[in-house]
């Protein structure tokens, strides 16, 4: 397929890079987010990153989360140039009980950086998130934050992600001494000692460094910080694996870095890596077919919708990421699902510096489709193709609510608020089979708040939320050479009381107790319980 001079689709998607930065609250994330903004250039967008960051804290007070979604609109998807690449930096929201939806912007990236703050080590979020990316084989890069904090021993650091995390971590970097004594980082790679410079405005490429790791001047300079560095320095190079790309991209070994982002030391090195060696996108799975990011037919998906600021309009984005071709302002797209066209005149292009880079769009790159409904989760886009990607996933809830209006005469209301937050990913409702109550299901308190909130202020009616009965939820299916439909037919009807349809119709069945999950599985041989559902 690769012809001589490569065609501009060719070129463009080889120069895109797409990657989430996963961490823990705090470890630093909006700091390294900022820093990577300055080194493209697009100072003026660091602001906006602080802004969202100061209302973030605001938890459970939803107004204070509608206030922050503007911004969050804006910020969800940052688009830079550096060096000659185009580099999509995709946000994924703070507060756990989002998770959901994090696990989905996830989706749309092909590789992470993961910021662990090197005095608490890997924390719970991290790990979580991190385990979505190793099911997807997402290559991950390493940056051990706030070395100018007393932290933990690298040995230790390092021994810890290997062990809780699973992959093999390989040092590009190490660092000399911590804290008050921080004296800067080896570089394994380039022979060569970065040596720190405090400030928080420093510009990078600014700091000294001196040549060779064993350069003499070294310990002169730093003393006993950088004799242990250096025995630690050896012993990694003896006990770890030499970088292998091939394991990187499969998501087996991690390059780690150190540094500190307040400080913006460290954080160059971690963007030319990820130039490097993150990898261009690829292709991308189907049910019909593997599909080409460099094919010339547009195809995209939607993996994020996000309610837009005004609530009388009730227009929603869906956050396309362009899996092949090229899009371009006006084309016509064939949503797949329902078959009904769209021709996106207004389209949210993601901040850039470019203006040329506004109007057309590669795969990697996300753009972002006002609509009222028109578009779901999971709905795949194209110039007429009959395809639908696979792979964004629905988390089985964890919690669970019946829902109710105050005034009876809202019941459509109700009906149809539920409808296009379900749609949106917001929360999972669940129809029983038993009943006319619906089912609300989250994986956190926080999403139920925000749903009552919203079908007061969006949907004009007033919900009742009460506590259900219910705590799993698994969906179901029967694969047709165990009995197919007639089989989930007969667990269907055999256990009607505790089944459930959810958004996209797929039977549920809800339980109150794990152990009584557990009598129904074994029951039940032929029935397969899910906890993930993939959108297809
Ligand atoms: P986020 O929650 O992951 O986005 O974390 P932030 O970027 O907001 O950082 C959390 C706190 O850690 C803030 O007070 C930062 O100023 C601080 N911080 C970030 N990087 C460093 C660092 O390298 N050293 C030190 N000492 N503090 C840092």
Known sequence: MSTATPSRTESEVRRRRTFAIISHPDAGKTTLTEKLLLFSGAIQIAGSVKARKASRHATSDWMEIEKQRG??????VMQME??????NLLDTPGHQDFSEDTYRVLTA???????????????????????VCRARNTPILTFVNKLDREVQEPLALMDEIERELGMTVVPFTWPVGMGKFFGGVLDLRKDQMRVFTPGEDRVAGTEEVVQGLTNPVLAERFGSPYEQAAGEVELVREAAPEFNHADFLSGKQTPMFFGSAVNNFGVQEVLDALVDLAPAPGSRTAIQREVQPVEPKFTGVVFKIQANMDPAHRDRIAFVRVASGKFERGMNLKVVRSGKTLRPNTVVTFMSQKRELLDEAFAGDIIGIPNHGVLQLGDTLTEGEALQYTGLPFFAPEMFRSVEVADPLKTKQ??????????EGAIQVFRPIAGSVLLLGA???????????RLEHEYGCKARIMPSRFQVARWVTCSPEDGGEKELKRFIDANDHRMAYDAVDAPTVLVEYAPELRAIESNWPKIKFHALREHA
């Open 82 to 87: 550096y060096r000659d690449c185009v580099i």
């Open 71 to 76: 911004i969050s609109v804006a910020s969800s």
């Open 109 to 131: 990236v092909d590789a992470a950086l993961m910021v662990i703050d090197a005095a608490n080590g890997v924390e719970p979020q991290t790990r979580r998130l991190l385990q």
């Open 443 to 453: 994986v956190g308190q926080l999403q139920f708040e925000v749903v009552a909130h």
């Open 414 to 423: 109700l009906k149809a608020g539920l409808q296009q937050l379900g749609e």
